[in-house]
Structures are given as C-alpha cells and as structure tokens.
C-alpha cells in the first residue's frame, strides 16, 4: 500500500487549522518513537500533515483519508462515489456517534448493499438490506416503500444499521482492529462456511477464515490472491455455490481502508519545544575517534568556545561582545536566549548550547532531573571524588555545594589536538565560553558532582544520510514536480481523494523519511503546502539536508534565516531578468513561496505547490506567484546548472537515490567531475599553458594537502597526477585519492579497496574502457609509469581522455588519440567501485579558439570603433548571434536571463558578453539590471564614472519601449556624419534584434542616455 494517505479535514479540524495557522500534527505515544525531533520540525516548520494511530474515539474520525488505492494502485471509490459519501457523511456520523463506532463503516454497507443510491429498493430490505424480518421490524415499524426516500427516512434506516451494527454484526468485536473490521463486515453479509473453505484452501489460518479473509464481500481484490480467478470465487445468488472468477467490485475491507484514518486520532500541534522529551539530530563531524554523541557535543564545544590563549580581553565582558563568533551564530541559529542571562556570559548557557548545537540531544535541559529521565541518552554518574582520570571527551560535568546560594558550575570536556580540556564560561567573572585548563589531576570544587555521560549517537534520526544528491535544486525540483502539461486531475486534490504527489517526489519522500510507513505513516500535503514541497527538493538534491522553514522569520515574508555560508537572501522587486534556476521565491504581500526551474534550453518555469489552490507542487509556464515583490533565496554553492534539465517529465538520468546524472561536485561522478574541472576540448594552447579553470583551481586550493612540493607547476594543479587526484576527489567517489607522483597514484590504486584493476584485452581499444576509469601510462619499454589520465564518456556516449601535463598545460578535454597515440608502450586501467558511470555533459560548447569564461576571455575590438555596421557585426554581433542556441555557451559568459527561453534575447545579456568578453575583470556580481540601470551599475562595480557623452565602447542606458528602459554597447561614432553604431540585443522575434546598426547621433547625446566608457578596463590586446 502506498505511503501517501490523504483526508478531509472536518469543519472542526479546519477550524483548528485556522487558529493554529496551519500547522497541524498528531501528539501520540508512538510520534516521538517514529520521528527524530529534526524530522518532526521540518514537518511542524513546512505545515505538513502527519498522523500517528491511536485509540479509536467514539464515533470515530470526521475525516475521508488515503490514497484511495489497492495494493495494485487501482482507484478504489470512483469521482462520482466519492461525492455521494460526501453529501451523505452527515447522516452517517450522526448515527455513528450515537452508537460509537467508525462513520466510514456505514458508507460501506450503504456502498455494498444498495451503491449508496438514496431510495428503497423493490425488494423491501430498505437502503442497508435489512435481510431478516427481525431488522427489518425494529426499524420503524419495517415498511420500506419502494423509490425515493427524505432526508427523515434516510436517517432513520442508517442510524438503525448503525444500531445493528453495534449490538448485533459488531458485538463483541474490537472495531478499532482490521480483524475486528474484517470480521463484522463478514458477519453482516453473513458467514457462509463455502467463504471459510475458500479461505482454507488459500493458505489462511482457522482464525483468519472465520474474520473473512475467503469473503469477495470482504477482501475482493485486497491482494493478489484475492484478485478474481479460478481460484478466487464468488456466491453470486442468494443460497447458490461459488462460482469462478468473483466479480471485480472492491470488498468492503478494501472499500473500508480507502477512506477510513487507521484510528488516526485528533489532530494537535506539536511544534513547541520544551524540555520533556529528548530531540536528536546530525552530529557534527571532526577528525577525532570519539564515538557516538560524545564526539559531536567534544567537537561542537571546542567549535563554540574561545580557542586555548586567547587574550582574555575578549573573552572577559558582560554584554554580547565577548562571544565567540561561532558561538554568536550557535545562539541565534538555535533561537537561545538564555536563562536570566540574555546578554551575559553563563556557564549553564554554555552548555546548553553546546550540546544542542551538537544535534546530539536538542531538549537538553541542565538538570540532574533531566538527565534521569532519559536513560537512553544519558549516562548520570555520581563523580564526587572529582578524579578527572574518569573523563571522556563528550562529558557535561556538573557541581554544586548541596544547598541554596553555595554555588554551581558548568563545564565540557572537549578534545583538541589529541588532549582533552575543559571549555567553559563564567557568570560569576564575566567569562564568555573558552577553552581553559586541561584535564588532569582532581578537580574537586563541590560536595556533590556529577558526569552527563552521553551514551551512543542519540536516538536514530529517521532521515536516511545516505541519500545524497548532487547539489543541484534546479534539476531536482524538475525532476520531483509534476511536468509542465500535466493535468490538473493529477495535482490538484479538488476532491479528498483526487491528486497526489508526483511519483518521483513520492519515492524521493519515502528514501528522505524511511520510518514512515502503514503503521506510522505521515500525510505529505492534506492540503499540499509550498513549503514542503520546497523542503524536500533542496534536502534531496543534497545540497542543505536540514532544510525547512525553521529558517524563515516568525513572518513567512521575511529574510531567511539561513546558515549563510550556504545561502544568500536577495530583495527582489518582481523582476524575472534576475532570476535564475534553483532560486526559491518567497513573497511579501502573503504566505507563498514557489521555485524558478530553468531548463536545458535556458527558459524560466515556476514551480510550486499551493494549499490555497489545493495544488501538489507542479511546473507551469513562467509567473511571478507573488504578484508583486518577494526574497529570493538563493544557494551559494549548488551547482544548478540546467544542462540537460527537462521540465517535461522525461528526465531519464534521475533516480531514486538523488542523483542527477550531470557533473556535480560530490556525485561519484569520475568522468563527469573530470570534464566539469577541465578545458573545453579545442580551447586554444595558450590558454590551457597559462593558469587552470576557475572551479579547479578554487577546489584544488581549498584541499587540505600540502601543495608546495615539486616546484610551482605541481603546487598549481599543472601536472597530470594532481589534475587527476583532484577531479576524483572532486565526484566523492574517493576523497582520499593520492595526489601523486605517478608512481605514488599507482601504488595508491594498487592498494586501495576503493580501486580494481582491469584486465582490457586491447588496451589501445577505445571501446573497453568505462567512464571514469583512471589511466596509468607507460613509455616504450620503462618500468615505472610517467602519466596518468582520466577516461570519460559525454552524453552523447563518445569517449575522451581529461588529463594535463607537468609544467605544459592545465586540465582539458582531449580526444582518445591520447590513448591511441604510438608514443605509449602499455597501459594499465583502474575502476572505482563507488563511480557513478552516467554519462555527463561536456562543456565542449566552445569551439576551438575560443576561451571559457572562468579565464581571460579574449576577441578584437577595433581601435578607436569600428567605422562601418558591417566591421561590428564580423566583429562582434555574429559571435553573439551564434549562442542562439546554445544556452551553455552563453552562460560562459556569465549570461543567466533571457527571453522567450533564449539568454540572447535581453539587452543586458548583451553587455555582460561585452563586458565579460573583453574587461579585465569579469562581471561577478549577480543580475546586471535593468536597462535604464545598467550604465550605472557597470560604474559602480568598475569604478568607472558616467556621463552624457557617447564613446566608442561605452555602455549605454537609456529609455525603451517600457518601464525597464534600454541599454548596448556603443561600437563607433562619427561626428562629421552625425552617426553612431551601436551593437544591442532585445526581446524580439528571431534574430532581427541581435545586430549592430547605425542611427543618428543627435538621438543619443541629447541628455536622455547615461554613458559609461570602458577604454580603461579593457584588456590588453582586445583593441
């Protein structure tokens, strides 16, 4: 049975739904077992629905849930029954709660006997088929006229079979058990010993025939085995035998499960901390052997607290100051405020901090009761002897004099550098938390002391850290939403049992919360929420699995309040040129956030759920969903390219397991990463001679190896061991992969479990080669090997050899004639078990002669400008022109917003080419503006000034045809003629826009435009 079980919220529960503003969750026994206290929070903060089984209540739910399938995913109550058990749930819940039992059984039956049809049928049994003259009798005298009934009639036969039910069919019986369930419905339809023999002959237990299991009126197409068959019949006459195959109508066990809540109790919020209950979560990691929850509260105090020396001047201080950064962060990012010591330093706080911020125990509360409580977390030990030799990393320690007023301290015993310390504050001597003494010796300052000893890793968080993503939200929201197209009966949940969540989104959900299950199972979207939706992209993409809403103010139209390392919050007037692929949208003027999907092509979609709209997240045409202003928040580390990323549904390389099958720092990617790291194939010598791409560099110099070995080529990564090290440190797959010599890379590989030889039969055959198989070569008859390479496969499925050279070239893309090539005596093949082999696509989008924009760029400008449209347009426009297709290209030059799907068409893409193209610095912060702005915004970031005057290479800003105004390059004025040239790109059909052209001169020095020259920043060689 799927996992996914929605329902209708009663009158009672909306209500409650608008005084707790959404946010609604069960409080049961079982919810604090099945949930860590991180997976609870990231449902209460997104307003996702969850429900736990509980006790059955008189009456039982108001609510129709589930998925509204079998086990084979067959619709179970059509549309058009659904909506007659909606307009006939007052009659039964009425009876049902004067009788205590379960509403949705009386829907049932009414399904069952008479297909929920309102009137009395010929056969005087009435709307329930009151079978004996008995019941028939003691309702109302028996008389079931033929034909239609009121409203009156209707519920007097339904609250009889309620009272049937009660004290006849389900006397006896625990209606709040599927046996209890099964066997009542089978005693209404009466229990015929042929329906025991059936279940018999099946497989079932004495005990499991007599509740119903042989029963079609029961259990008709529960399973497999209850599916009609020659094995599977049906008594289809009053007094007849089975006869071969049942018909195909739903039992009224499967019918009963389709809308009933599993005794799902009411609903409460759950949100609030406090310090009743443990709450664990991630620990964070360090490079020391503690074990468990002590090494996470070892690492986290020695994090927060001062470092061992530090000047006590900055420590020592009443007010905020003297915390230490991380700990500042710590504080607001756990929403601490202390106790009675706001902005004071206190030991207690300290502490608290520490161990919350450890994710091993985010309840914790300093006192010895506390800790008693939870047994499963915390180890108490009586330490009043004070001999530190019994401490262990990890360890809250805790003394006091015994009475009122004779004192108390807190401390941690963290491990840094291989020696244990104690890291403490101070109330008593203004004494923010630091790294002070080492442990040793006694340390016997109260009567009574105490050790918290943390016990293991805390209770097993319930989100599986195994699925991991490639960092990339843009592709991961398209792949988990419904496509564009799509049709409304699939997301929308217009009816309780009409949409669902797109299949992939159900899949990535269950491997995110694998705890959720038919016993404990969680309800994604009663009314399917944006915010979820959101949540579980960016954690499954990987790139920030802690994701959720907690990061919002208490006002959802607020900044986030992000680990900014990871994200950045931008203002954000409405403007789609500013957007990008991966950014989530959050409005001001009310409650919505969305996301902006960009796809392979370089078109803009929004993707959103709604619980306004009762819509499960799904991707339309491009719309600004908040109709005005918003934040955008964006990562600042994802890798959201949108190569290959299709919002049609038809994205073959995901998968369940989160991966995206492009290039992605951490994706297990070899061949991928490698490509990702180097050169474009064909990109010019003298580029690849002079420096590496940007993204190896910035990985490579953030590696924590020493690099200063074997001189200046080999501590700049321009050496084929290091290239190759790094790219394979880069996909994940290895983080330990020797960084060289070659001799050393061999001997690495040999050794490593991570790595196998492969034996090829020819290994000058290109076909026997995997992608991301790393290449050890061998010069003509030498013994010990002088270069290594990386194998990989693009998506079109060719081969190409990534490698560089010491002291010759960087990292690039070359072809296999690397591996052909006569100048290699043999070969040997190593193949990582962890590589992901997906092909990846290439960055080959620069033909040869042309630079990636991580470097220099490059291009002739004519001195002075051009004198004639056409020396502009060989120069520079058809260049441009040639990116009409090729939206990857584009974005090498910085170019992230366009027009109609193509980046080309916006005038201020065309700038950032220019400028990107030919400046010495490279445009880097985000959007270039509006055009009327952009001639003062390229100022700014260059330090240029503006002015009224056109030049040759200036930008220009100025009036368009709306709000946003206009701006181009200028490429040449000639004042004897009065004529100007200038080279601009806009929103138009095809490519009539994307040309330079000669206006006249008088239309641009007339005070309507801002010019900024930018002779002086432009590279050497581009005039």
């Known amino acids: 049975m799927s996992k996914f079980k929605f329902s209708l919220m009663s009158l009672f529960i909306l209500v409650c739904i608008a005084i707790i503003n959404g946010a609604v969750f069960t409080n049961s026994a079982s919810a604090s077992k099945s949930l860590s206290e991180e997976d609870e929070a990231m449902f209460s903060q997104n307003n996702i629905l969850f429900y736990q089984p509980c006790e059955l209540q008189s009456g039982g739910s108001s609510e129709i849930c589930d998925t509204n399938q079998n086990y084979a995913g067959e619709q179970v109550w059509s549309d058009a029954q659904m909506k007659a058990v909606e307009a006939h749930q007052p009659f039964y819940e009425k009876a049902a709660n004067q009788y205590g039992i379960p509403w949705q059984i009386l829907a049932v039956v009414h399904m ?41 009639q209707f519920q007097i036969q339904t609250d009889c079979a309620a009272k049937r039910i009660k004290e006849h069919y389900g006397s006896g019986l625990d209606l709040s058990t599927d046996d209890g369930i099964k066997r009542m419905f089978f005693k209404y339809n009466g229990t015929a010993q042929a329906y025991i023999n059936q279940a018999l002959r099946l497989g079932f237990s004495q005990k499991e025939a007599d509740n119903g299991e042989g029963s079609p009126y029961v259990m008709n197409r529960y399973d497999a085995k209850r599916e009609p068959s020659s094995t599977w019949g049906q008594i289809k006459t009053d007094g007849g035998s089975i006869e071969f195959p049942a018909n195909d109508q739903f039992g009224a066990f499967v019918l009963y499960k389709a809308i009933a809540c599993d005794n799902a109790g009411t609903a409460i919020d759950n949100g609030d901390d406090d310090s009743s209950e443990p709450d664990t979560g991630e620990a964070r990691t360090s490079s020391s052997n503690i074990s468990g ?94 001999d530190t030799s019994k401490l262990q990393a990890g360890d809250v320690v805790y003394g006091n004099g015994g009475g009122s007023g004779t004192g108390q301290h807190w401390w941690v015993v963290a491990e840094v550098d291989g020696k244990l310390y104690r890291a403490e504050a101070s109330y008593t001597n203004n004494n923010w938390g630091r790294i002070t003494k080492e442990v040793k010796g006694k340390w016997k300052h109260y009567p009574h002391q105490w050790i918290y000893r943390a016990k293991g890793g805390g209770t097993a968080p319930s989100c599986n850290p195994e699925v991991v993503g490639n960092n990339n939200i843009n592709a991961t929201g398209a792949a988990l939403a419904w496509p564009l197209g799509s049709k409304e009966s699939d997301y929308t949940k217009k009816s309780p ?79 789609k040129s500013e957007l990008q692929g991966g950014d989530i949208i959050n409005c001001i003027s009310f409650d919505h956030s969305w996301m902006v999907i960009e796809d392979k092509n370089g078109k803009l979609y929004t993707a959103e759920g709604s619980r306004s709209h009762w819509t499960f997240g799904h991707i339309i045409e491009y719309k600004n969903k908040c109709n005005g202003k918003g934040k955008i928040i964006r990562a600042k580390n994802a890798n959201n390219s949108s190569a290959g990323v299709s919002v049609n549904g038809d994205m073959q390389s995901f998968s369940t397991t989160g991966t995206v099958a492009k290039p992605g720092k951490g994706n297990g990617n070899i061949g991928a990463s490698a490509i990702e790291l180097a050169w474009p194939q064909g990109t010019a010598e003298s580029t690849i001679q002079k420096g590496a791409t940007n993204k190896f560099s910035n990985y490579f110099n953030s590696l924590s190896q020493s690099q200063s070995d074997k001189g200046t080529c080999y501590a700049g990564g321009k050496s084929c061991d290091r290239f190759v090290a790094t790219a394979v440190r880069y996909s994940g797959a290895d983080k330990d992969m020797a960084f060289g010599p070659v001799t050393s890379t061999l001997d690495y590989l040999l050794k490593s479990d991570l790595w196998e030889e492969v034996k090829m039969k020819n290994s000058k055959t290109v076909d026997e080669y995997q992608s991301g198989d790393v290449l050890i070569f061998y010069k003509p008859g030498a013994s010990s090997p002088s270069h290594t390479a990386i194998f990989a496969k693009d998506s079109d499925g060719k081969g190409h050899v990534v490698q560089a050279s010491y002291c010759e070239y960087f ?27 997906n092909s990846a696509s290439t960055n080959c989008d620069l033909c040869a002669g042309q630079t990636d924009s991580d470097s220099s760029g490059g291009g002739t400008l004519q001195d002075g400008g051009f004198t004639s449209v056409e020396e502009a347009e060989k120069a520079v426009m058809e260049e441009y022109r040639s990116m009409w297709n090729n939206n990857a290209k584009a974005r090498k030059y910085g170019i992230n917003v366009g027009c109609n799907g193509i980046l080309i068409n916006n005038c201020p893409s065309f700038v950032r080419y220019f400028v990107n193209k030919y400046a010495q610095k490279r445009w880097t912060e985000g959007a270039t503006g509006h055009g009327k702005d952009v001639a003062g915004n390229i100022a700014k970031f260059y330090k240029l000034k503006t002015d009224k005057t056109p030049s040759a290479y200036s930008v220009f800003s100025g009036p368009g045809t709306g709000w946003e105004g206009h701006t181009g390059i200028v490429l040449g004025v000639n004042t004897e003629s009065n004529k100007i040239i200038i080279g601009e790109a806009g929103c138009g059909s095809g490519l009539d826009f994307i040309h330079a052209k000669e206006k006249d001169l008088s239309s641009y020095n007339n005070g309507a435009y801002t010019f900024t020259n930018l002779n002086s920043v432009l590279k050497q060689g581009s005039l």
């Not at 159900?506 to 979820?532: I, Q, R, V, W």
């Not at 959802?556 to 203002?571: C, E, N």
Request: proline share 5%; hydrophobic share 30%.
């Open 112 to 152: 069952r006997e008479h297909s929920l049809v309102k009137d009395n049928p010929s056969n005087g049994q009435g709307v329930y088929q009151f079978y004996s003259s008995e019941e028939r009798a003691a309702c109302k005298g028996g008389v079931f006229t033929p034909g239609k009934i009121s409203d009156e």
């Open 293 to 386: 929850g002590a090494k996470s509260i070892s690492d986290a105090a020695a994090a927060l607290a001062w470092p061992k020396g530090t000047d006590s001047s900055k420590y020592h201080t009443k007010d905020g100051s003297g915390r230490y950064p991380a700990y500042a962060e710590a504080v607001e990012e756990l929403g601490l405020k202390g106790h009675g010591h706001t902005y004071q330093p206190d030991c207690g706080d300290f502490v608290e901090t520490v161990v919350k911020y450890s994710g091993y125990d985010k309840k914790f509360g300093k006192s010895n009761s506390y800790v008693q409580k939870h047994p499963e977390l915390w180890e108490f030990i009586s330490w009043d002897d004070g």
């Open 497 to 575: 049992l009409k949409g669902k969540p797109y299949p992939a989104f159900e899949k990535a959900f269950s491997e995110l919360f694998p705890n959720y299950n038919d016993d404990t199972f969680f309800h994604y979207m009663d009314h399917p929420y944006c915010s979820g939706f959101t949540a579980v992209v960016v954690r499954y993409s990987g790139y920030d699995k802690k994701f959720t809403n907690a990061m919002m103010e208490n006002e959802p139209t607020q900044a986030l309040k992000a680990d900014r390392k990871l994200w950045d919050v931008i203002d954000w007037n409405g403007d």
């Open 811 to 837: 990292g690039v893309v070359k072809g296999t004639n690397s591996i052909t090539g006569s100048y290699w005596g043999s070969i040997r093949v190593f193949r990582n078990k962890n590589n992901n082999t």
